[in-house]
């Protein structure tokens, strides 16, 4: 008997326990407190899942196995070193496209096997297919949804008949799954066919989306992947791939199904009714004028206020104005100010953002506050500090039945007595719909890049004594 066959419950253990440290690590990074440590917990179980995969018996290509290793650590080591926190979004995006890609890979393989005539099951080859259709999805949409945020690709494009022209697809690539599946040898040529329809169909379903639909759209893909993962798992015999992937599928659709909430729309609606970016947005006129006012009267507001909120956005991020954000937080806190941090769940472009851009500055959790914490507390605050958020402050959402945004939970920030907008001009936000609240009577405008125009107002403030 060959001696790695002596090593097969010492790789079933092994998964097992990887599985279970997969499963810690994604519930304590359900926290911010915990996070950090859930990431650890995370990665040791790759690890150790990975070096039991190279004990499996009848295991080839063992040095393009290493290789692999190799290139995707030293690419991944760096990538995570020198990103930036408003490039994180894209990150995200590729990495979720990359484990789909990974998934529609494997059973691309399983195909070529079973078209040199090595038998399968009709339900394994169903869960191959299956498998290969959502991860290629995911890997075509998730490369355009990068694409998308990275700036590469500035305009959304929707097709005539968008919606008929995705059901058409993907009923063709159903079609051409079930062929390849109930074909014995398998076809290599309807093989290439479906995973170029599959792929294309992620591409047209995503081209349309924009800006403000991004973050549920990026936590579909994790999910699509996760899912991809799972099936691929069940194919190929290995445990810890299928816990692995049914959990993060899970997770991941949870997340997806809570933002969508977050934004009152169905993931149905995202997906074939997207709000699109580039001015593209729909909804009455907003009239009146915004007013401006100097970063000393901004200062002069707050440092003698008794409550100020403050509502961080993507703006925030581009700024890298997080670390003057606190500062400033801190200055006002120390003159007896109180201070509590509003965040929306679709703020920023992906799940939790902004929680990590303030955790990174280190402003501490207990002043973090979630939409349903915080929404009761504008009414009493005597200042609302917007800085770089648009459709999450938008009154729009609650009284224009024209607005794209219409019925989506805001954060209340016009019922607070002052609103100061850091903004850096008068153009509408990322998904293009123009915002209510900058015209508002109690509203002023302190325009300019976020990170000078907080310094300046922390300057003020320092002043004052």
């Given amino acids: 008997m060959n001696a790695l066959a002596s090593f097969t419950p010492i790789i079933q253990a092994s998964y097992f326990i990887a599985a279970g440290l997969f499963i810690l690590g994604l519930k304590a990074m359900s926290s911010p407190v915990t996070a950090r440590g859930g990431i650890v917990w995370a990665g040791v179980g790759m690890l150790l899942a990975t070096l039991a995969t190279f004990l499996t018996l009848g295991l080839h290509n063992i040095g393009l196995m290493l290789v692999a290793i190799a290139v995707g650590t030293v690419l991944a080591w760096w990538s995570g070193k020198t990103v930036k926190m408003t490039d994180m979004p894209q990150m995200i995006a590729i990495y979720n496209g990359m484990g789909g890609g990974a998934a529609a890979a494997i059973a691309a393989v399983e195909f070529v ?87 294309l169909l992620g591409a047209i379903i995503t081209l349309p989306i924009g800006g403000a639909d991004m973050p549920v759209v990026i936590s579909l893909f994790n999910a699509f992947t996760g899912l991809a993962v799972g099936l691929e798992g069940f194919v190929l015999g290995n445990p810890a791939l299928m816990i692995a992937g049914v959990v993060v599928g899970a997770a991941g659709t949870l997340l997806t199904q809570l933002m969508a909430k977050a934004m009152n729309r169905p993931i149905s609606n995202i997906m074939f009714v997207p709000i699109n970016a580039g001015g593209e947005g729909e909804g009455e006129a907003v009239t009146g004028s915004m007013r401006a006012l100097s970063a000393l009267d901004a200062a002069a507001v707050m440092r003698y206020a008794q409550k100020v909120i403050i509502v961080p956005g993507y703006g925030m991020a581009v700024a890298h104005a997080q670390h003057k954000v606190w500062e400033m937080a801190s200055l006002l806190e120390e003159a007896g100010v109180e201070v509590k941090f509003a965040i929306h769940p ?46 999450v402050v938008n009154p729009a959402a609650r009284t224009n039945k024209s607005s794209p945004i219409y019925g989506m939970p805001i954060l209340n920030a016009d019922f607070a007595q002052n609103v100061i907008v850091v903004k850096r001009g008068q153009g509408t936000g990322y998904s293009g719909i123009e915002n209510a609240l900058f015209y508002g009577e109690n509203t002023r405008m302190l325009y300019g890049n976020a990170q000078p125009v907080v310094g300046e107002v922390i300057q003020h403030i320092k002043a004052m004594g």
């Avoid at 929680?355 to 973090?368: D, F, H, Q, S």
């Avoid at 929404?375 to 770089?388: H, K, M, P, R, S």
């Fill in 113 to 199: 096997r079973y078209a040199h005539g090595e038998a399968h099951t009709p339900l394994v080859a169903s869960l191959a297919a299956l498998g290969a259709l959502i991860g290629a999805v995911s890997f075509s949409g998730s490369c355009v949804a990068y694409a998308k945020l990275q700036g590469l690709m500035k305009k959304t494009f929707r097709l005539p008949a968008q919606n008929s022209v995705n059901i058409l697809l993907s009923l063709a690539t159903v079609g051409l799954g079930i062929a390849v599946v109930v074909g014995q040898p398998a076809n290599l040529t309807l093989v290439l066919a479906f995973f170029v329809l599959a792929l």
């Fill in 346 to 391: 679709v703020a920023g472009r992906m799940p939790g953002h902004m929680n990590v851009l303030l955790a990174e500055a280190g402003v501490p959790y207990e002043k973090i506050f979630d939409l349903e914490e915080i929404n009761a507390e504008f009414g009493t605050a005597d200042v609302a500090l917007v800085i770089g958020a648009n459709d």
